[in-house]
Nanobody, 130 residues
Framework: QVHVVESGGGLVQAGDSLRLSCAAS????????VGWFRQAPGKEREFVAG?????????YYVDSVKGRFTISRDNAKNTVYLQMNSLKPEDTATYYC??????????????????????WGQGTQVTVSS
């Protein structure tokens, strides 16, 4: 069992920045593929960013956040970060961290499909006012 905890959400104004953190338990964190998803009221959960396993990992982003969000990992702290700059009101959502450790063949890769995730965090709210 891997415990996943997000933090760092809050209420900000458009153009501001926030950094979300995702801490996961386990002694093999460097082998975890991690993703960030978000879900706004009345909408489906969508992929935002993901990072592969390894010392630094390869990063992937949804087009709407490219150039504004940066995902990174610190394996010594068992933590993945999502730096969010130039926030927009449409970024308002609950942000969820997802961890894949390969429990199934569908979860051997970076979480990009909410149906193929081994572990979820409880979510952290991000609200961007205009």
């Amino acid at each position: 069992q891997v415990h996943v905890v997000e933090s760092g959400g809050g209420l900000v104004q458009a153009g501001d920045s926030l950094r979300l953190s995702c801490a996961a338990s386990g002694r093999t964190f460097s082998n975890y593929a991690v993703g960030w998803f978000r879900q706004a009221p009345g909408k489906e959960r969508e992929f935002v960013a993901g990072i592969t396993w390894g010392s630094t990992g390869n990063a992937y982003y949804v087009d709407s956040v490219k150039g504004r969000f940066t995902i990174s990992r610190d394996n010594a702290k068992n933590t993945v970060y999502l730096q969010m700059n130039s926030l927009k009101p449409e970024d308002t959502a609950t942000y969820y961290c997802a961890v894949n450790i390969g429990l199934t063949s569908a979860t051997m890769y970076v979480p990009s499909d909410p149906a193929s995730v081994d572990y979820w965090g409880q979510g952290t709210q991000v609200t961007v006012s205009s």
